[in-house]
């Protein structure tokens, strides 16, 4: 069965850089684009990142352009985000998800960021 | 961008009741809606996609409804484990965007 598994979270300080990575498994991963979605404690979804299923088209929300980046290795099946220059406003549990027609079908368990000084 | 409208923010319901959630966008996203229920302490799961086509597996009193700028989700008959919170998310656009979501609560 598809499964997403994230990891990489963690305590950073602001300014700080963080990289998140997802596993993906049970499903062909070179054939679906892929999301980051965050969600801050008690609140609700934020899309953040989107990245085509071979890699060569990425969007960005405007709330993190500049700072993250998205990529992926389809030769390991994995999926990256990449954050730099953290603000208290990043906070939040960071899922990853598989994308079909129109919906991200499956989703990851998240990996908690909390940005503090 | 496109904003995403839900109502109710909450509501209060019973176990058999039937609840309608409505999701409003600020400009056409066609038929690209899709629905989300997700629990406390869980991952979002998604429901519908393309504003009505379910899910494999989930239970056939969700359905839903809509295109344009105003979709419907209706749960007939209110399961137990029906009792969470539900977003709408555009998929027309970048930026992707969610409503606020809608807690279903006894």
């Known amino acids: 069965q598809v499964q997403l598994v994230e990891s990489g979270g963690g305590l950073v300080k602001p300014g700080g850089s963080l990289r998140l990575s997802c596993a993906a498994s049970?499903?062909?991963?070179?054939?679906?684009?892929m999301n980051w979605i965050r969600q801050a404690p008690g609140k609700g979804l934020e899309w953040v990142s989107y990245?085509?299923?071979?890699?060569?088209?990425?969007y960005y929300a405007d709330s993190v352009k500049g700072r993250f980046t998205v990529s992926r290795d389809n030769a390991k099946n994995s999926l990256s985000l990449q954050m730099n220059n953290l603000r208290a406003e990043d906070t939040g549990l960071y899922y990853c998800?598989?994308?079909?027609?129109?919906?991200?079908?499956?989703w990851g368990q998240g990996t908690l960021v909390t940005v503090s000084s | 961008d496109i904003q995403m409208t839900q109502s109710p923010s909450s509501v209060s319901a019973s176990v058999g009741d039937r609840v309608t959630i409505t999701c409003r966008a600020s400009?056409?996203?066609?038929?690209?809606l899709a629905w989300y229920q997700q629990k406390p302490g869980k991952a979002p799961k998604l429901l519908i996609s393309?504003?009505?086509t379910p899910e494999s597996g989930v239970p056939s009193r969700f359905s839903g409804s809509g295109s344009g700028t105003d979709f419907t989700l209706t749960i007939t008959s209110l399961q137990p484990e029906d009792f969470a919170t539900y977003y709408c998310?555009?998929?027309?656009?970048?930026?992707?965007?969610f409503g606020q979501g809608t807690r279903v609560e006894i």
């Open positions: 393309a504003a009505s």
């Open positions: 049970g499903f062909t991963f070179s054939d679906n684009y």
């Open positions: 998800a598989r994308g079909i027609t129109g919906a991200d079908g499956s």
């Open positions: 998310q555009q998929a027309s656009n970048f930026p992707r965007t």
């Open positions: 400009q056409s996203i066609g038929k690209w």
């Open positions: 990245i085509s299923s071979r890699g060569t088209l990425v």
